[in-house]
């Protein structure tokens, strides 16, 4: 899920043409096959159509948010993550390639055994990808045609395939043995699936909150629009601020993993422990809350609600659930609780993600600065890394008042302003500050009345290091100072 609104609107764009040209999920299925759709995200020297995560990661939302049911994200973002793996090649017939990870199969003779349950899709597969283990420090990753397996269908809540998969001495297209253990790889295609559910729930969570924006919107009760009702508005402020968690949450993770496609998220797993635990979260509550503003009407069929609740429901169910998340999060959290805030502000921010929670209805313009550490010069002395410290509840007090300074100067409908601290190098995010207003011009001063003020308010103390070895603290300066008190006439 990219910012690049420009690339996310022509995927939409052609996702939507295709599912009104078909006339069903499989006839939009082969459109999409097709049109090289279902491959975006793997490279074309893999058997792909190209692109990045973040690629194929619109893709995947552009088919939940069109409310339809198809093995995009399990293809294009859990099985490409098997197959690059593997450096294996996407099969040139393959129509759609299902992962799963078979803990207990056994090969012979070039032939896999196996049984596997509810695996997502199996039923429309033309080839599967099996993660085994293959000795205790290698994993095998195979490639077969699903021709070859028994195959009992099921389904989730929402009527999507989980089928069983039977393998009984099955011929393999391709095997690659990797010399990892298979609870690693076997943990990567988890946190893979689990990435490609936070997206196809930030983006379900999307389109329930304009369906029923634009429900309470139409439907008139006591001589007026219900979204005028106190109560329902309240209930609409909750549903959007879910909806942008799940958004915000996703693009951190995205923006983290730099290759679920074409390389490992095991850098990740934070932030993918993060998304997966809050989009499972707001699934629930996004669902609960546009059904009891829809009222009855949103469980009939005919009405499209009921298609994206029944898979938020069967989504946060999937590669993991929220506890199970939350525990993986709170187990990785655990080993910083001595500097649970250091750690927190030591980590990088993801910008895309913080401007996404700061947009809703009332919001006309959205201005940021970003800051960024520079390898400047002192003396000829070349600037090779910056040292921020502060006082730990000290410091975000002052950020809070001043944050509350500029909402009490203009009229801003969000405020975020984040400040790392640790030791940076040049390149390195430093400080984000954003704020939003029905009008830009709010939104410019407040940020512009930010930026200023944190430069000289806020207790943080800088300590410049330089190639030489020598290490400094940076002195206050005094076009700062009046920056700053230039907004107190």
Same mark, same amino acid.
């Given at each position: 899920m990219s910012e690049d609104t420009e690339m996310r609107g022509a995927i939409a764009d052609a996702v939507g043409q295709a599912a009104q040209a078909a006339a069903d999920a499989p006839g939009l299925y082969a459109t999409l096959l097709r049109d090289g759709w279902t491959a975006v995200g793997i490279g074309e020297g893999e058997g792909g159509s190209g692109g990045d995560l973040a690629d194929a990661a619109e893709v995947a939302a552009a088919i939940a948010g069109a409310g339809i049911g198809l093995p995009v994200a399990d293809t294009a973002i859990v099985a490409a993550r098997l197959l690059t793996a593997g450096g294996i090649r996407l099969p040139e017939k393959a129509r759609c390639v299902v992962p799963a990870c078979a803990p207990d199969a056994t090969t012979s003779?070039?032939?896999?055994?196996?049984?596997?349950?509810?695996?997502?899709?199996?039923?429309?597969?033309?080839?599967? /990808? #099996?993660?085994?283990?293959?000795?205790?420090?290698?994993?095998?990753?195979?490639?077969?045609?699903?021709?070859?397996?028994?195959?009992?269908?099921?389904?989730?809540?929402?009527?999507?395939?989980?089928?069983?998969?039977?393998?009984?001495?099955?011929?393999?297209?391709?095997?690659?043995?990797?010399?990892?253990? $298979?609870?690693?790889?076997?943990?990567?295609?988890?946190?893979?699936?689990?990435?490609?559910?936070?997206?196809?729930?930030?983006?379900?969570?999307?389109?329930?909150?304009?369906?029923?924006?634009?429900?309470?919107?139409?439907?008139?009760?006591?001589?007026?629009?219900?979204?005028? #009702?106190?109560?329902?508005?309240?209930?609409?402020?909750?549903?959007?601020?879910?909806?942008?968690?799940?958004?915000?949450?996703? /693009?951190?993770?995205?923006?983290?993993?730099?290759?679920?496609?074409?390389?490992?998220?095991?850098?990740?797993?934070?932030?993918?422990?993060?998304?997966?635990?809050?989009?499972?979260?707001?699934?629930?509550?996004?669902a609960g809350?546009?059904?009891?503003?829809?009222?009855?009407?949103?469980?009939?069929?005919?009405?499209?609600?009921?298609? $994206?609740?029944?898979?938020?429901?069967?989504?946060?169910?999937?590669?993991?659930?929220?506890?199970?998340?939350?525990?993986?999060?709170?187990?990785?959290?655990?080993?910083?609780?001595?500097?649970?805030?250091?750690?927190?502000?030591?980590?990088?921010?993801?910008?895309?993600?913080?401007?996404?929670?700061?947009?809703?209805?009332?919001?006309?313009?959205?201005?940021?600065?970003?800051?960024?550490?520079?390898a400047g010069q002192d003396n000829a002395r070349r600037v090779v890394a910056l040292t921020l410290e502060h006082y730990p509840g000290m410091t975000e007090k002052a950020l809070d008042r001043i944050a509350a300074e500029a909402e009490s100067r203009w009229e801003l409908t969000g405020c975020t302003v984040i400040h790392r601290v640790g030791r940076l190098l040049p390149g390195d995010n430093i400080v984000f500050v954003a704020a939003s207003s029905p009008h830009r011009e709010a939104a410019l001063q407040a940020t512009a009345f930010l930026i200023d003020w944190l430069k000289t308010s806020a207790p943080f103390w800088k300590a410049e290091e330089f190639e030489t070895g020598e290490r400094e603290w940076v002195a206050a300066r005094a076009s700062d100072e009046a920056a700053a008190m230039a907004w107190n006439p």
């Open positions: 003779a070039g032939t896999v055994s196996a049984h596997v349950r509810r695996v997502p899709w199996a039923s429309w597969a033309s080839h599967l /990808v #099996l993660a085994c283990p293959a000795g205790q420090e290698r994993t095998a990753i195979i490639l077969l045609e699903a021709q070859g397996a028994t195959i009992s269908r099921g389904a989730n809540l929402a009527d999507e395939p989980r089928d069983d998969i039977r393998l009984a001495s099955v011929p393999a297209v391709t095997v690659a043995t990797v010399d990892r253990q $298979y609870s690693d790889v076997a943990g990567e295609v988890r946190a893979a699936g689990a990435l490609a559910r936070s997206v196809q729930i930030a983006a379900a969570a999307q389109q329930v909150l304009t369906m029923t924006s634009r429900y309470c919107t139409e439907r008139v009760q006591f001589g007026r629009p219900i979204a005028a #009702l106190q109560a329902v508005q309240q209930q609409l402020a909750e549903l959007a601020a879910e909806s942008a968690a799940a958004r915000a949450a996703t /693009v951190l993770a995205l923006s983290a993993v730099t290759g679920v496609a074409a390389g490992s998220t095991t850098g990740a797993v934070t932030e993918i422990a993060m998304a997966k635990a809050r989009t499972s979260r707001a699934a629930g509550l996004v809350i546009a059904h009891q503003l829809h009222g009855a009407i949103g469980v009939t069929r005919e009405y499209p609600l009921q298609r $994206y609740s029944r898979a938020l429901w069967s989504w946060r169910e999937e590669y993991g659930t929220q506890a199970y998340w939350s525990q993986v999060l709170a187990t990785r959290l655990a080993g910083h609780d001595d500097d649970l805030w250091g750690w927190l502000t030591a980590r990088d921010f993801e910008p895309g993600a913080e401007l996404a929670l700061l947009g809703n209805e009332e919001t006309g313009g959205i201005a940021s600065f970003i800051g960024i550490v520079r």
